[in-house]
């Protein structure tokens, strides 16, 4: 009886394991695609406003260049005339799906790049990733052309994950004093925003800049977060809409399993 209750639990484990690999084996082949990223200002309404849009281009998980901004102030002919930009796209629709699909037709518009899929990213839920790792460095130069004038800025400081929300909320700009930003005009601050917003996520995104331990906190952030849809993907996969209703330790472990096949 005993040897049959141990084949039974074998057959059951390796049933198992089989079933966790597939699915993670399927999260992993994601790693190939276009992902257009909105950070939400979840204050300004349901679910929120578009303060920064960034287009990702992966292969093998990695990210083949830095984020591309665009400009959530953009918009098509058709949907300019219904007064519906990437920033308020979300918000005006009637539903959520109509208000992603406005946005991503309107960033695949302008960036001439066909995206695959959507990321929904609330300020809060922002905060939460960066405080599960560690604060972002960054170190870098841009500039603003507005008309015929050019605002040079540099920023070089750590980003906590209070300053990245405050950041996506418009409310300070990290390494940058509000004096040096007062003078652009209000419909340019998206870039100083993006710029600043963008160099953080880029190094989010870098895997390979994790400990083991770090990596462990980052994976129950976002599997949190991806749960409560303050982290919301659209078109999910049918591997992704596994691990959104499989209970949070099984989950965990498949996302944990599937990194380690992305490194």
């Not at 906190?217 to 977060?225: N, W």
């Amino acid at each position: 009886m005993k040897r049959k209750v141990y084949v039974a639990l074998g057959v059951i484990l390796v049933l198992l394991i089989s079933f966790m690999y597939v699915t993670a084996s399927g999260i992993s082949q994601l790693s190939n695609e276009k992902i257009l990223y909105l950070f939400l200002d979840e204050t300004k309404g349901d679910p929120g406003t578009v303060e920064v849009a960034s287009l990702a281009i992966y292969e093998n998980a990695r990210l083949t260049q830095s984020l591309i901004k665009v400009n959530p102030l953009d918009s098509t002919d058709a949907l300019k005339r219904e007064g519906i930009s990437i920033l308020d796209s979300l918000i005006k629709a009637k539903t959520l799906q109509e208000g992603i699909q406005n946005a991503q037709v309107i960033a695949e518009h302008h960036t001439n790049i066909t995206i695959d899929r959507v990321v929904l990213i609330d300020a809060s839920a922002f905060k939460l990733i960066i405080d599960a790792t560690h604060p972002i460095s960054i170190d870098k130069s841009f500039r603003v052309d507005v008309l015929d004038k050019t605002f040079n800025f540099h920023t070089k400081t750590t980003v906590t994950g209070v300053q990245a929300k405050s950041c996506i909320r418009g409310n300070e700009y990290p390494g940058i004093e509000n004096a040096e930003v007062m003078h652009i005009p209000e419909d340019y601050l998206w870039e100083v925003k993006a710029e600043i917003i963008n160099d953080v996520a880029n190094k989010v995104l870098d895997l390979d800049t994790y400990s083991k331990e770090e990596q462990k906190g980052l994976v129950t952030v976002l599997l949190e977060q991806y749960k409560k849809d303050t982290l919301y993907v659209y078109k999910r996969t049918t591997v992704l809409t596994l691990v959104y209703y499989l209970p949070g330790f099984i989950s965990k472990q498949i996302i944990n399993f599937a990194v380690r096949l992305i490194r």
